[in-house]
């Protein structure tokens, strides 16, 4: 398999702030790689570097076997970006906003109408023909969003929080046509700040923090770095009673955000956890299997829920 992106000892700063600090990532040709971390942490400087809107001030960049610095127009005009704000013209119709891209791109006008009418049908939008983009809803805008950025057939697309402040459908619409793309051969370069969607979407998964990658690997690979294999969500008036329990039973014990999460070295039943745990006075217990967001706690160090975007 070869390497569509790589990025060696690279180095941001801001003045006196360093954002990246000898980052290294690579992200296969075909694959989905997805791109975690909190706020702050430089995933939107290595967006910016990626897609050359930043230069970087020291290591290497090598997209699409060219150095980023360097690209020929052949390589930069096959890599997509799709931001988290959608860049789409309010008072066009659908056709005429990928029209409007397809031109800047330099496609004839054969190859527009042709690409336009491709991406009409692909992405569902026939319905919406003469209708003003403003007026579609969120989910639909976003679709639009995505088709703009294949308009010139990306073999690399950078997506940014795709399905971002869209319902639960237009999210499970929008990973039905992101699978499509990868099974056309598309890599990706994700961000995220749902962790299901990085953990149904993502081949592989590159954990940030402090502006480095921390860990890297498939989602089996991150979810076997965790101390067990589910996890017991529990709710006492005495937390520290029920700590020195599982400690006692040999259960990993981390406390995060005033939850309790006790690591199994093997799935347990309900009855079985509040039996071991037995005269600690809990008053709620839930079980799972271990997910990327319980690696994500043990790996980066910070909760998910307040601080991933």
Partial sequence: MTTALQMKGVHKWFGSHKVLDGFNLHVETGEILGLLGPNGCGKTTVLNIVCNLLSCDEGEVLLLGEPLNKLSFQVSSRVGFCTQRTALYPDLLPAENLLFFARLYGLSETQCTQR???????????AFATTRVGQLSGGWQQRLHLAVSLVNQPLFLVLDEPTAAVDLQARMDLWKLIDGLRENGTTILLTSHYLPEAERLCSRVALMRNGQVVAAGSVPELLARTPGQAVAKVQATNKEAIMQRAINLGWPVRHHAGEIRLFLPHPLSLR?????????NVSAVSVQPVTLEDAYLELVGEDPSTVLG
């Fill in 116 to 126: 336009v009418a491709e991406l009409i049908s692909d992405f569902e939008l026939d």
């Fill in 272 to 280: 079985e956890i509040i039996d071991a745990l037995d005269g600690t």
